[in-house]
């Protein structure tokens, strides 16, 4: 009997033990709720003759809906709103918005092509057939920061579609957007340029795939445009620098990614910024 008790306790404490270290491991709760909409319709430019054309729309995104400051949470969503819709849509309900919109890219498209379209003979290369797809996505999430990211891939039939990713930080103390002058000193620019430049030499000649580059002047990059943009994200461990096809470098190329850890940019940052709460777990 008194080995049983003692097999119980033990099992006991080690159940507890468990658990408390997950409890432990556990991030930090979100701060901002968001739920998710999404959208998939094909608006042709004629209903007789579906061949002259369609557009194609997908809507992907996430909608901050709740925060314990009601004033932050409208904040957030004036802002995040108008940068994937439009200044022109910031009242319509959310459980509309994206079918606002759809309608709106819809008729947008039927009135610039529909009539021109009719024309073109069938052996025309031309093509009418375009496609727009809007991800709105929530990244880091504490009760200090809200990261969110919006991509726009855009094929209105033309050398090529064009893709990019722009990202917002705010400030959950107030719902203010963390821009780079509230996390580094003043003076910043000159210093941050050249980390970038040089985390980013370090990535690419990390990668196998890649031929050496020893510095960017023999690169198809634009050296002089490899500098802080102001489009960034944030996470647990880093700040990450987004820079998107034809900003750095030709479009082939693509996006570009820098990460910077928050030991390579510390000396660069504000006492008291926004991100040092992160900055302390390291």
């Given amino acids: 009997m008194k080995a049983n008790k003692i097999i119980i306790a033990t099992v006991t404490i080690v159940l507890v033990a468990i658990a408390l270290f997950f409890m432990l ?18 608006i042709y430019l004629s209903d007789e003759d579906p061949a002259l054309g369609k557009m194609t729309i997908e809507l992907n995104v996430d ?3 709740k925060h314990a400051e009601k004033n932050v949470l409208s904040k957030l969503k004036t802002y995040i709103f108008a940068e994937l819709f439009g200044d022109y849509l910031t009242d319509c309900p959310e459980d509309s918005l994206l079918k606002a919109y759809a309608a709106d890219l819809g008729k947008e498209y039927i009135d610039n092509n529909a009539d021109f379209a009719k024309r073109i003979t069938e052996s025309s290369r031309l ?12 990244l880091h999430n504490d009760q200090d920061i809200f990261s969110y990211g919006i991509s726009r891939f855009v094929d209105f039939g033309g ?8 990202f917002y930080n705010f400030d959950l103390k107030d719902g203010s957007i963390i821009t780079e002058d509230k996390i580094f000193k003043e003076g910043y620019q000159t210093e941050l340029t050249e980390i970038i430049k040089n985390k980013l030499l370090s990535d690419l000649n990390a ?5 050496y ?3 960017f002047d023999k690169s198809d990059y634009f050296p002089e445009e490899i500098k802080p943009n102001g489009n960034f994200y944030i996470h647990e461990e880093a700040i990450t620098y987004v820079f998107n096809p034809y900003e750095i470098a030709p479009y082939y190329m693509g996006e570009t990614e820098v990460v910077l850890p928050y030991q390579l940019i510390a000396y660069l940052m504000k006492s008291g910024n926004p991100l040092e709460h992160l900055m302390m777990k390291k």
């Fill in 25 to 42: 491991r556990a991030k930090p709760p979100q701060s901002v709720l968001v739920e998710n909409f999404s959208l998939l319709d094909t």
């Fill in 63 to 65: 909608f901050p809906v």
């Fill in 127 to 138: 093509s009418f057939d375009n496609a727009i797809i809007l991800d709105g996505f929530a």
């Fill in 159 to 166: 050398a090529h579609p064009n893709k990019t990713r722009l």
């Fill in 207 to 211: 990668n196998e795939d890649i031929t």
């Fill in 213 to 215: 580059v020893g510095n």
